[in-house]
């Protein structure tokens, strides 16, 4: 099984981070791990290129990016809250899945074969300091939509609220949280949701 840990902090070590790496050790085989913080990924320009080809025509770091989402069984993706959404750069990647949705809704190319297994699935952990109702909205919509794309199921999720300073995380139980989350994600043998 391969699994693909995705750290969308802009932050070294942050709270997001250090629950992405107790997610992957609960998951009890290697992940493969790439920081979007030290990738150089442009911003989707609309130019709309991709729209008769169903590629995309930027070159940089994100062609291996898709390849490694193409290739996993199981993908983990973390990241802090900025203003309601995800970071910047994070938010660059998702945005550059757009021509996997052109390929999967416009052309009706089909997608990547689900690597070993015949369901992908992708867990989301994020960490927000504020304490507001609807703080992970916005994000969730953006996360599960950027996994429908690479025919990914979006499987399960980690949200916590109310922590702001590197390291606070470790001081509630969220780290053994996401051991379980990790670990409930790789499982060989899951049941279809309904």
């Known amino acids: ?18 629950l992405l790496d107790e997610a992957w050790k609960g ?4 992940a ?6 030290d990738l150089d990924i442009k911003p989707c320009t609309g130019c709309r290129s991709c729209d008769s080809t169903g590629k995309c025509i930027i070159s940089d770091d ?6 490694k989402i193409e290739e996993a069984d199981r993908i983990i993706l973390s990241s802090p809250i900025f203003f309601y959404g995800l970071p910047g750069k994070l938010k660059g990647m998702a945005d550059r899945a757009q021509c996997y949705w052109v390929r999967k809704y416009k052309l009706k190319s089909g997608q990547p074969r689900a690597g070993k297994f015949d369901r992908k699935l992708g867990s989301f ?3 927000g300091a504020t ?17 429908d794309v690479f ?9 916590v609220r109310k922590v702001d300073n590197k390291g606070d995380i470790l001081a509630t139980n969220s780290p053994k ?3 379980e989350l990790g670990r409930k994600l790789c499982e060989p043998v899951h049941p279809s949701h309904s």
């Open 177 to 179: 949280e996401a051991q």
């Open 32 to 37: 493969e791990k790439v920081y979007i913080r």
């Open 151 to 159: 025919n990914i199921e979006y499987f399960s999720e980690l949200l």
């Open 131 to 147: 304490a507001g109702e609807k703080l992970f909205d916005g994000v969730k919509l953006t996360v599960k939509y950027f996994y």
């Open 62 to 67: 994100m062609a291996q990016l898709y390849k």
């Open 125 to 127: 952990i994020c960490v």
């Open 1 to 18: 099984m391969k699994l693909l840990a995705i750290y969308g902090s802009p932050r070294k070590d942050g709270n997001s981070d250090i």
């Open 27 to 30: 998951a009890g085989i290697t």
